[in-house]
């Protein structure tokens, strides 16, 4: 499978690079950095510093959107740290981003490759909707694309109403998800809530022996210790690294398929990921009323826990 990876590293996006590069079947191709977790620039270095630390520092990496389309930059320190990686980001990348733009690099790679990649995308989307603007035959031309965002049947987290990464950027979100992808997965805090990774499988990460597990268990501590406030449980919640888990066994999840939006205008629930839930009646007269023309998605809504957590 050959994927690029929009991110905003942020300690569980480093997880999911990490859960990626020991995939023998995955070739990253290219990678957009995004705000979010933290703004650009340091997502833009964190993502370089991954990749040295990888042995990936071939895969180029592209400057992502400074801010959101309509809102002003929010990002995530407290969840994150200052550096976005719980304060061990460590000393500044060798390497530097190529020239183009986030959204220019997917246009660009995705004419390249009609049909060919899969978009992984675990930050705000900003870059995506952008590179829609550049191409709004990009739906056609990427066989596949995996979203972590969004709550759907549960509550949010950075709001009671919204998950993080549509709450950075709704409008992008709700771009993305009228776009009319054949084949979108959107992988959300329904099934991500319930991946906790607990003291064991901390216990387990501490009796790895190398640079990575290292780095890993460095960086993870500052993440953990505001899920152990947020949660009142020792352990940690691997967002991203489940969207890539479930990219690479679709089957790990069971899934709703859903005409999605976003709350745009909702006082108390901007960034809401929304849908007709109602139960209703095939050939029912009461239409369906939320995103009604949009191509369905596949959002998960139930995940193997247990297999999921070993193959972290
Ligand atoms: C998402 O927001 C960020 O904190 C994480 O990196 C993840 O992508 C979870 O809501
Ligand atoms: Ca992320």
Known sequence: MRIIVDTDPGVDDAFALFYLAA???????????????????????????LLELLGLEHVPVARGALRPLAQPLMTAEAVHGDDGLGGFAGPEPRTE????????????????????????????????????????????LLAKVVVMGGALTVPGNITSYAEANFWHDPEAADLVLDAGFGDLTIIGLDVTMESHADTAWLTRLAEIDGPIAKYARDIVGFYANFYE????????????????????????????????????????????????????????????????????????????????????
């Open 229 to 312: 406030s947020f949660l009142g449980k020792p352990g940690f919640v691997p967002h991203d690294s489940l969207a890539v888990a479930i990219m690479i066994d679709p089957d790990l999840a069971t899934y709703r398929e859903e005409r999605l939006a976003i709350e745009l205008t909702g006082r108390h629930t901007r960034g809401q990921l929304v849908a007709d839930l109602r139960y209703l009646a095939p050939g029912s007269p009461f239409d369906r009323d939320i995103a009604k023309d949009r191509t369905p998605a596949k959002y998960a809504v139930t995940v193997d826990t247990a297999t999921f957590l070993e193959r972290h």
């Open 97 to 140: 981003p190529v020239d183009e733009s986030a959204a220019e690099q997917l246009v660009r790679l995705a004419r390249q490759n009609p049909g060919k990649l899969t978009l992984l995308a675990l930050g705000p989307l900003t870059n995506v909707a952008l590179a829609l603007q550049l191409e709004p035959e990009l739906p056609k």
């Open 23 to 49: 995939e023998p079947d995955v070739e990253i191709v290219a990678v957009g950095s995004v705000h979010g977790n933290a703004p650009t620039p340091v997502t833009t270095a964190n993502s370089l510093r």
